[in-house]
């Protein structure tokens, strides 16, 4: 995803095996939607690196020096496909999870409404 026009996903690294059974989605994705991908792409720097004996693996570095990893194991090129789109339009951003449904500046002095409020 763009931020003020500005692509957040720097680098894209397709990690492989050339032998292992759970590569097999991953090595059909190269040969099939890669190329597109990068020819759609272009301001993004695909990179592929075999590493032998390991499942293969999507790794995103982002403009804030984030990076995050997504497992591809026994997956399909079109799901491929799609864990690699969502590496790119993400934002790279550490996920924060929200202690409450309601974020306010200024909590309320008399408390939250609730339905099960009694009069």
């Known amino acids: 995803m763009a931020l003020r026009g500005v692509w957040q996903l720097q680098k894209l690294i397709v990690s492989y095996c050339d032998w292992g059974g759970s590569s097999k989605g991953i090595r059909a994705f190269m040969e099939t939607h890669l190329p597109a991908f990068k020819e759609k792409n272009p301001q993004l720097d695909v990179v592929t690196e075999l590493i032998r004996g390991q499942h293969p693996h999507l790794k995103g570095f982002y403009k804030n020096h984030n990076q995050r990893v ?8 079109e799901d491929i496909i799609l864990h690699a789109t969502r590496l790119r339009n993400a934002l790279g951003r550490k996920v924060v ?8 500046k200024h909590p309320s002095v008399q408390g939250t409404w609730t339905t099960a409020l009694k009069f």
């Not at 997504?70 to 090129?77: E, F, I």
């Open 70 to 77: 997504v497992c591809v194991k026994n997956l399909m090129p």
């Open 97 to 104: 999870k929200l202690r409450t449904r309601h974020v306010t």
